[in-house]
């Protein structure tokens, strides 16, 4: 009957200390994800800020690429 007791308190215990841990997990990964912000804020406002260059950049080599295949295309029709 003792061991019956003990066992329904030590289960008890543990599902206190389940509770704890799951509570305690979630608290880190909220501070983890709230320190964490700044960099991520940082990280997504340059890569919206490099993508005018790049985006400028691509149509600058394909209006390249279509002025030389113009110039040959007219240098080969006449």
């Known amino acids: 009957m003792l061991d019956t007791i003990k066992n329904g308190?030590?289960?008890?215990?543990d599902i206190f200390k389940t509770?704890?841990?799951?509570?305690h997990n979630?608290?880190?990964a909220g501070v983890e994800l709230f320190?964490?912000?700044?960099?991520?804020i940082k990280t997504v406002t340059a890569s919206?800020?490099?993508l005018p260059t790049v985006l400028l950049s691509a149509a600058?080599?394909?209006?390249?690429v279509r002025i030389a295949v113009l110039v040959i295309n007219?240098?080969?029709g006449e």
């Open 60 to 64: 600058m080599f394909v209006v390249t």
């Open 19 to 23: 509770l704890f841990d799951f509570i």
């Open 26 to 28: 979630i608290i880190n």
């Open 48 to 50: 919206i800020g490099l």
């Open 74 to 76: 007219h240098k080969a």
């Open 35 to 40: 320190t964490s912000l700044p960099d991520i």
């Open 9 to 13: 308190f030590t289960a008890i215990i």
